[in-house]
């Protein structure tokens, strides 16, 4: 059984149940009850049912405003999974070239990116406020910020007048994170907000690079951003298992582990 399989079973048996236990959930997948317990927190995280003492229960019957996620503070996301993260943005710098015109949007391992891109001549728009910071001591370096609503969680500018601002550019890379990568449902976000800047921000590019620890595939956040037709290229840790990745290279993604 693959992951992503896993896990729709696992909230199909939540939400025929209401509530079910790790034991028993461990037994029904044939894996151990501390896998089961790392699915229910991306699960949870990802909106879709409710950790609860030695198991979970359903989030299926609470109206769609109390599932959306808050999005997570910037400080608490900047040490999640940093090592995955920083290797992930060490990846993704090696396809930057002088004279690039590219997107960073504001998730931590874009502002990761940003400590380590070098001092060249490139044009970076971005709709985080860490990232400009980072890359404003870097003088070869072009940076446009789009203005907008400031999220105080995220450190991100988003709304209407950060996405109309959007459609004045053209990248040649677009670097972005997500809350999830779903085989079926694709890229998905924890609110509107953050997945209209998002598929705004797709959209508006010849190469769509997701940087993605493996904590979030086969997991789906509130709000879908984009279909996997739209990615190119997927860079993740080298915990996502090569079934894992399979499905996605068979869609015509490059999916690179580091």
């Not at 896993?6 to 029904?28: D, F, M, P, T």
């Not at 790392?38 to 995280?45: A, C």
């Not at 943005?89 to 002088?98: D, G, N, P, R, T």
């Not at 910020?145 to 500018?157: D, K, M, P, V, Y």
């Amino acid at each position: 059984m693959l992951v992503a399989e896993r896990y729709e079973k696992i909230v199909q048996l939540v939400n025929e149940r209401g509530s079910i236990r790790v034991s028993e959930l461990s037994q029904l997948c044939g894996v151990t009850e501390e896998t089961i317990r790392r699915d229910l927190d991306r699960l949870e995280h990802a909106g879709r049912l409710r950790r609860s003492h030695g198991g979970a229960v359903s989030v299926k019957d609470q109206p769609d405003s109390e599932r959306s996620q808050p999005e997570i503070p910037y400080a608490e996301r900047e040490i999640m999974n940093a090592s995955e993260k920083q290797r992930i943005a060490e990846e993704a710098v090696k396809l930057i070239h002088e004279h690039d015109r590219i997107l960073l949007d504001a998730s931590t391992t874009a502002w990761y990116m940003s400590k380590i891109i070098p001092d060249i001549p490139i044009t970076v728009l971005t709709n985080s406020i860490k990232v400009a910071a980072e890359l404003s001591t870097k003088e070869k370096v072009q940076v446009i910020s789009t203005g907008g609503i400031l999220a105080h969680r995220s450190l991100s500018f988003v709304g209407p007048l950060a996405e109309r601002s959007l459609d004045a550019y053209y990248v040649d890379k677009a670097f972005l994170s997500c809350k999830g990568v779903h085989l079926d449902r694709g890229l998905s976000e924890s609110n509107e907000l953050q997945a209209r800047i998002k598929h705004k921000m797709i959209g508006m590019t010849d190469k769509a690079i997701i940087l993605a620890d493996s904590s979030k595939f086969g997991t789906q956040a509130f709000t879908q951003v984009a279909d996997l037709s739209q990615v190119d290229l997927i860079i993740t840790d080298g915990r996502l298992a090569d079934e894992e990745a399979a499905p996605f290279r068979a869609l015509g993604i490059i999916v690179t582990s580091v």
